[in-house]
C-alpha cells in the first residue's frame, strides 16, 4: 500500500518568507508526527497529532513554528519569517493508534533550504 | 538528550554478519528498545523493538542483555543495501504515546 508522502520534496525560499510543508500520512492512521534533521544529525521531535488535534508540541522551536491536521489525515507545517537556520530536511511520520508502542512510518521528507 | 551511546562508524564485508552495539545504561524497566534505520536521503525505516527477551523478524535480530543495560542488532549477512546510519531508541511507553529521540547513530558501511 501506500506510505507516508510528503511534498514538495524540496523548497527554496528565502529569509523572511513564509512556506507550507505538506503531509500525507498512511490512510488510517491515527497519529502524525513531524521531526526535523539538520545534516549529520538525527531527527529532531517536533510535534505529534492524535486526530485531529496537537498531543505534544514540545518540540516546536518558536512561535514561528505551527502545525495543523484540521480533517485527522493531511497536515500542514507552517513555518513564518523563514530563517536561515531553518533550513534542514523536514519529516513526516504517521502511526496506526498512537500507543505507546506504536511503530512509526516516515515518509521521505521535505529538504527545506533558507537563503 | 538520547539516552543511548552508539559508535560513530563501522564496516561490514558483504554477507557477513553486521553487529551493532549500543548502551543504554539508565534505561527504565517499562522502556523498549527500538532500531531504526536511515538510507541516504529516504525518511527513518523501523527495524526491530524489544522490552527484555530477544527478537526476531525478517530484518535482523536484537540481543538484549539480561540487565539491559546494553543491545546489538544483528543483520545476519549484510548486503550492500544495508549501508545506512543506524539508530539505537530508548522509548517509554508507560505514559501512552511518546516521540522517538534520535541520537546520531551509527553510519553502517557494507563493502563488496
Known amino acids: 500500500g501506500a506510505g507516508v508522502s510528503q511534498t514538495p520534496s524540496n523548497k527554496v525560499t528565502e529569509k523572511g518568507k513564509y512556506v507550507e510543508l505538506r503531509c500525507d500520512p498512511i490512510?488510517?492512521?491515527?497519529?502524525l508526527y513531524w521531526y526535523r534533521q539538520s545534516l549529520g544529525q538525527g531527527p529532531e521531535f517536533l510535534i505529534y497529532f492524535q486526530g485531529t488535534g496537537a498531543a505534544d508540541d514540545s518540540g516546536l522551536p518558536n512561535d514561528r513554528f505551527f502545525a495543523v491536521r484540521p480533517e485527522g489525515s493531511v497536515s500542514t507545517l507552517k513555518i513564518q519569517r523563514t530563517e536561515r537556520g531553518d533550513s534542514a530536511v523536514y519529516l513526516c511520520a504517521s502511526s496506526p493508534l498512537g500507543t505507546g508502542t506504536d511503530t512509526q512510518y516516515f515518509g521521505p521528507g521535505t529538504r527545506l533550504t533558507v537563503l | 538528550d538520547a539516552k543511548t551511546t552508539q559508535p560513530p562508524s563501522m564496516d561490514c564485508a558483504e554477507g557477513r554478519a553486521a553487529n551493532l552495539p549500543c548502551n543504554h545504561s539508565?534505561?527504565?524497566?517499562?522502556?523498549?528498545v527500538y532500531w531504526y534505520r536511515q538510507i541516504h536521503s529516504q525518511g527513518p525505516q523501523y527495524i526491530i523493538h524489544?522490552?527484555?527477551n530477544n527478537e526476531t523478524n525478517e530484518m535482523a535480530s536484537l540481543i538484549i542483555t539480561e540487565d539491559r543495560k546494553s543491545s546489538t542488532l544483528i543483520l545476519p549477512h549484510a548486503t550492500l543495501r544495508d549501508t545506512a546510519v543506524y539508530y539505537c531508541?530508548?522509548?517509554?511507553?508507560?505514559?501512552?504515546?511518546?516521540?522517538?529521540?534520535f541520537g546520531k547513530g551509527t553510519r553502517l558501511s557494507v563493502i563488496a
Open positions: 490512510s488510517g492512521h491515527t497519529a
Open positions: 531508541i530508548v522509548r517509554a511507553t508507560f505514559s501512552g504515546n511518546t516521540p522517538l529521540v
Open positions: 539508565t534505561i527504565s524497566g517499562n522502556e523498549y
Open positions: 524489544g522490552l527484555k
